[in-house]
T-cell receptor, first 112, second 119 residues
C-alpha cells in the first residue's frame, strides 16, 4: 500500500525551513528519501533503517519512527537547488528483496 | 560509483511498434533491478522486479505479455513494450541494487529514464 506524504506541495523563500512527512499503514523496515527534478531521474538523499533513527547531512536530515510507521524529512535554510519533488520509498518489514513503494510525492518550490 | 545507464533517453514511434529499453549497471553487478513507470506529476509506479537468470516478478495489474523483461546478465536488464499504443506513452525508469549487499539496506541507483511517445 502506497505511503502517504504531506504536504502535497510547499512554496518557500530561500532560507526558510520545511518538513515533509511520510506515513504508512504497514509496518516498515526502511524508509528512503529521494529528490527528483523535472524530467530527470530521482536522486538518493538518505536511507533510514532503524526505529527512532535520525540521519542528516548538510542542512537536510530525516527521522524514522518505526512504532508510528512514519518518517519526516527536514530541510533547513532552504536553497534554490532544493526545488524538486521529494519522494519517500518504504521497504516492507520482512525486507521484500529491496522493493520500495513510493509515496505520491511532495513538490517543493524555493523562490529567491 | 554505482552508475546506471538507461538507453534510449527518448523514443518516438508509431502505434503497433515494439520498443526495447536497456538498463545497464556500468561499474557494479546488479542481480536485482526494478522497472518503474511515471506519469507527469505522479509517483514512481513499480512495474516489476527483474532478477538475473530468472523470470521477472510483476506487480498486480501489469501485463507481463505487454511489458517483457529480460535480465540475462548481471549488468543488463531490458524492458520491451510490445505492440505499443498511445496509452503506453510514459516515462520509464529503471533502478538497480548492488549485488552482494543486503538488498533492503542500500539505496536504489536509478537510470536517467526513457521518455516513450507513441503516435
Amino acid at each position: 500500500q502506497q505511503p502517504v506524504q504531506s504536504p502535497q506541495a510547499v512554496i518557500l523563500r530561500e532560507g526558510e525551513d520545511a518538513v515533509i512527512n511520510c506515513s504508512s499503514s504497514k509496518a516498515l523496515y526502511s524508509v528512503h528519501w529521494y529528490r527528483q527534478k523535472h524530467g530527470e531521474a530521482p536522486v538518493f538523499l538518505m536511507i533510514l533503517l532503524k526505529g527512532g533513527e535520525q540521519k542528516g547531512h548538510d542542512k537536510i536530515s530525516a527521522s524514522f519512527n518505526e512504532k508510528k510507521q512514519q518518517s519526516s524529512l527536514y530541510l533547513t535554510a532552504s536553497q534554490l537547488s532544493y526545488s524538486g519533488t521529494y519522494f519517500c520509498g518504504t521497504g516492507g518489514r520482512y525486507n521484500q528483496g529491496g522493493k520500495l513503494i513510493f509515496g505520491q510525492g511532495t513538490e517543493l518550490s524555493v523562490k529567491p | 560509483g554505482a552508475v546506471v545507464s538507461q538507453h534510449p533517453s527518448r523514443v518516438i514511434c508509431k502505434s503497433g511498434t515494439s520498443v526495447k529499453i536497456e538498463c545497464r549497471s556500468l561499474d557494479f553487478q546488479a542481480t536485482t533491478m526494478f522497472w518503474y513507470r511515471q506519469f507527469p506529476k505522479k509517483s514512481l509506479m513499480l512495474m516489476a522486479t527483474s532478477n538475473e537468470g530468472s523470470k521477472a516478478t510483476y506487480e498486480q495489474g501489469v501485463e507481463k505479455d505487454k511489458f517483457l523483461i529480460n535480465h540475462a546478465s548481471l549488468t543488463l536488464s531490458t524492458l520491451t513494450v510490445t505492440s505499443a499504443h498511445p496509452e503506453d506513452s510514459s516515462f520509464y525508469i529503471c533502478s538497480a541494487l548492488v549485488s552482494h549487499r543486503a538488498l533492503g539496506d542500500q539505496p536504489q541507483h536509478f537510470g536517467d529514464g526513457t521518455r516513450l511517445s507513441i503516435l
